[in-house]
């Protein structure tokens, strides 16, 4: 690898959440990879070009464990981000065991229960954030504090199994499993929830229903080596890679549309459109600077470029969804485009396993608020707006008015 001086840093600054474009037009023009600094201060490859992110997302050359796991750099400090360790081998069969077990949650079946219900929540915060702004004397109501942010959990305890009495408290523990802070907060809220985890299994054993928990108390009752500690690394799983993501894309989904009044004209003229609105927020709005994270198995060469064994290999989803080569006009907003093959969701053994569930409350939300809310407009303007300080991007404030 080249030498520090040479590198850029992660995450790149940039003046708004909206502006990242320019930069990964440089560096795809520039080079196949380019030699970065992870926030953690390792050093790792970049990739941005679209063909190059499909192909490696699709490589069993490259494995999210590091070949020796004391080396592996780190993607980001952050507390949610130690990734898995151990050989490839042991990876390859985890990682089949996982999807195994969480297969059955997401069946067309389930996915249309939760459809239903995902309905009844989102009317229900727009019910209520409707009341707000009727009684707010500047009629702007928070749109990321009001359904972006509590939705998606919402649906992941419907997912999971967790009783509705139980939302807040499931809530605030996976508030407090993602907090930053080095006062071993985490580790407690993820030592509760696993107290709590066990619990609900015991009192669900005896009438096991359509949901993760009654599906791995079903695992359990065949498998022997299936513990509670894998129950709960499983359902925090789901929860990490399931919450922040559809948040931040409900975030600037809404972000996409307010800044481009004719592309909300059109979805509120005609919701018919909202399934190819979404994938243009997912194309466009796909997860953060960062990208993802992989492993070099054995030496390869990417464009020319010799990647050896063992370095970390940081596939950028966002810069590749906007390379011209795959994508005409890349940075216009258009659902009417033909290409439908993002990589918002991943490519390859390691697709979003969530997908159908993301895509229903995505098209549920957009359809809900332009039927109800069609004048809805920003209240501040979108350069102002904070930026969430998660790896998968997104805005912490969302205020709008109608
Ligand atoms: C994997 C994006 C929603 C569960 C992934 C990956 C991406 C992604 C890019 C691939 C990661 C990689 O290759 O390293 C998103 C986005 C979402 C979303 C943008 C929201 C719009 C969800 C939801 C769930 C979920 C709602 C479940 C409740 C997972 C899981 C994986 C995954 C378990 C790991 C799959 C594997 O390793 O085989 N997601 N996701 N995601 N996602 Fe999602």
Redesign the pocket.
Same mark, same amino acid.
């Given at each position: 690898m080249s030498t520090a001086a040479e590198r850029l840093q992660l995450p790149f600054e940039r003046p708004n959440i909206l502006d990242i474009a320019p930069l990964y037009e440089v560096l795809r023009r520039a080079a196949p990879v380019t030699p970065v600094t992870t926030p953690a201060g390792d050093p790792a490859w970049l990739v941005t070009r679209y063909d190059e992110v499909r192909a490696l &997302?699709g490589d069993k050359r490259l494995g #999210?464990s590091h070949p020796e796991p004391e080396r592996a750099s780190r993607i980001t400090t952050a507390a949610v981000q130690d990734g898995p360790t151990g050989s490839y081998e042991t990876e390859e069969a985890d $990682?089949a065991r /996982?999807?195994r077990l969480?297969t059955p949650a997401f069946s067309a079946k389930r996915m249309r229960m939760l459809s239903d219900h995902v309905q009844e929540l989102v009317d229900g915060y727009l019910d209520r954030l409707i009341a707000e702004h009727d009684a707010a004397p500047d009629g702007v109501v928070d749109l990321h504090a009001g359904l972006a942010f509590p939705l998606?959990v919402a649906? %992941?305890c419907r997912?999971l199994g967790v009783p509705e009495s139980d939302r807040e408290l499931f809530h605030s523990l996976s508030e407090r499993m993602a907090s930053p802070s080095a006062d071993g907060e985490a580790h407690r809220a993820r030592e509760e929830f696993s107290r709590y985890m066990a619990g609900l299994a015991e009192a669900k054993r005896g009438a096991l229903g359509e949901d993760v928990i009654s599906d791995l108390v079903r695992a359990q009752s065949t498998d022997e080596t299936f513990d509670y500690a894998e129950m709960v690394r499983l359902c925090v799983? +789901? +929860?990490f @890679? *399931?919450?922040e993501?559809?948040v931040n #894309?409900i975030g600037l989904g809404v972000l996409f549309l307010m800044t481009r009044p004719e592309q909300w004209a059109a979805l509120t003229a005609d919701t018919g459109r909202v399934d190819a609105t979404v994938e243009e927020i /997912?194309r466009l709005g !796909?997860?953060g600077d960062l990208g &993802? +994270?992989?492993y070099a198995h054995t030496d390869l060469d990417v464009g020319g470029v010799e990647i050896r064994a063992g370095d970390a290999v940081i596939l950028s989803?966002n810069a590749a969804n906007r390379d011209e080569s795959a994508y005409a006009d890349a940075e216009t907003f258009d659902p009417d485009r033909a290409e439908r093959t993002h &990589?918002? =969701? *991943? $490519? *390859? @053994? $390691? =697709?979003? %396993? *969530? @997908?159908s &569930? !993301?895509r229903t409350? +995505?098209r549920i939300v957009f359809a809900t608020l332009a039927r109800r809310l069609p004048g809805m407009r920003l209240a501040e303007d979108a350069d102002e707006l904070p930026v969430r300080p998660t790896i998968?991007g997104g805005v912490s404030e969302l205020p709008v008015t109608w």
């Open positions: &997302l #999210r $990682h /996982m999807r969480l998606p649906v %992941i997912l799983g +789901l +929860l @890679a *399931g919450h993501t559809t #894309r /997912m !796909a997860p &993802l +994270l992989r989803v &990589l918002g =969701f *991943g $490519h *390859g @053994a $390691h =697709f979003c %396993i *969530g @997908a &569930l !993301a409350e +995505l998968t």
